[in-house]
């Protein structure tokens, strides 16, 4: 079974940064697309960012500017490097790993999640 596993979460001041990473257990990212979500207590879990296998970007208004992600097909990880932190970027943040193929889905991964806490 593919397995995706955050890591980089922690504790961290507002405007300070942190950079997440989510490696896979095997080559996949060449394939489809890879995704960062987050899910704050009592809210659905939202899309930050997400990345295309041809590297097309795609952010939520609300990371756009502060936070990037990339990929590292080589490493099999993908990457979200957040700066300026804002303590409403608090939340467990979630890798996603999917590929559609004529309608069907092929895969859809998710990892563990790993808490980002951002304090005032």
């Known amino acids: 079974q593919l397995q995706l596993v955050e890591s980089g979460g922690g504790l961290v001041q507002a405007g300070g940064s942190l950079r997440l990473s989510c490696a896979s257990s095997r080559s996949i990212f060449s394939s489809g697309d890879m995704g960062w979500y987050h899910q704050a207590p009592g809210k659905q879990r939202e899309l930050v960012a997400a990345i295309t296998r041809g590297g097309t970007t795609n952010y939520a208004d609300s990371v756009k500017g502060r936070f990037t992600i990339s990929r590292d097909n080589a490493k099999n990880t993908v990457y979200l490097q957040m700066n300026s932190l804002k303590p409403e970027d608090t939340a467990v943040y979630y890798c996603?790993?999917?590929?559609?193929?004529?309608?069907?889905?092929?895969?859809?991964?998710w990892g563990q999640g790993t808490q980002v806490t951002v304090s005032s």
């Open positions: 996603n790993a999917k590929l559609e193929f004529m309608g069907a889905t092929v895969y859809d991964y």
